[in-house]
């Protein structure tokens, strides 16, 4: 009953937004202003937000922030459009989703920008929040610097961007590394992506191809493209 009030909340909050898709690549409510977003990571967002219930934060209403991440689906049943970053799955409550492309797939790298909206139920006598989505871009990028990806299989770290270079680690599958720099984008074991410099959690840094990292999407999927 409760995840059912909340819901209906949320579709109310949202049922009052005008859109403008300013093009096939982008789309803001009207009156969007960029610089007041803080960039963040869905990890470091994540943390925040659960705070809220162990009372360490009360209040999150009108925090305004950016993240790079990919939209998974887009869950008709839940009223939700489920993203993932930094190996982290994030999921926002929607009510109208035609800012959204027809032909943009799943899977497209976003930079979204959204707020939170925290409350305090005096039936239920907690604190609650919920993500609203402001704004969101298409991106180029493949894989995002400062995020956390994970292998999809056991991969070798190598000391420079090539398969014939040195093997300097590992990461042993479903290891998280994170990215720290992009490098060339290329086509091995026929799966276009690119070379990225990780840091492993041992500290270990060197390249890998990123057609073996995921952040939770099908890492196999070749970013959308569209015109202008």
Not at 86 to 109: K, N
Not at 162 to 183: C, F, M, P, Y
Not at 200 to 227: H, I, M, Q, V
Request: proline share 3%; hydrophobic share 35%.
């Amino acid at each position: 009953m409760k995840k059912i009030f909340l819901i209906f909340a949320a579709l109310f909050a949202l049922s009052s937004l005008t859109w403008t898709q300013t093009s096939a690549r982008r789309g803001f409510i009207d009156g969007f202003d960029e610089s007041k977003y803080k960039e963040t990571t869905v990890s470091e967002d994540k943390k925040n937000c659960e705070e809220v219930f162990t009372g360490k934060i009360k209040q999150l209403d009108g925090q305004r922030l950016k993240t790079k991440c990919h939209i998974r689906m887009i869950d008709n049943l839940e009223f939700t459009l489920v993203f993932y970053g930094d190996g982290e799955r994030f999921p926002i409550t929607w009510f109208d989703v035609d800012y959204f492309p027809d032909e943009m797939p799943l899977f497209t790298p976003l930079e979204i920008y959204y707020h939170h909206e925290a409350y305090y139920h005096k039936y239920y006598k907690e604190w609650y929040y919920r993500n609203v989505l402001d704004g969101w871009r298409v991106l180029d990028e493949i894989r995002f610097v400062g995020q956390k990806y994970i292998a999809t299989d056991a991969l070798k770290i190598r000391k420079s961007p090539s398969l014939s270079a040195e093997q300097v680690g590992r990461l042993s599958k479903d290891e998280r590394a994170t990215v720290i720099e992009v490098g060339e984008k290329v086509t091995i074991d026929g799966i276009e992506s690119a070379w990225v410099k990780v840091r492993a959690k041992d500290g270990t840094e060197g390249w890998c191809f990123a057609g073996y990292l995921t952040d939770g999407t099908e890492y196999r999927e070749k970013p959308w493209t569209s015109k202008e």
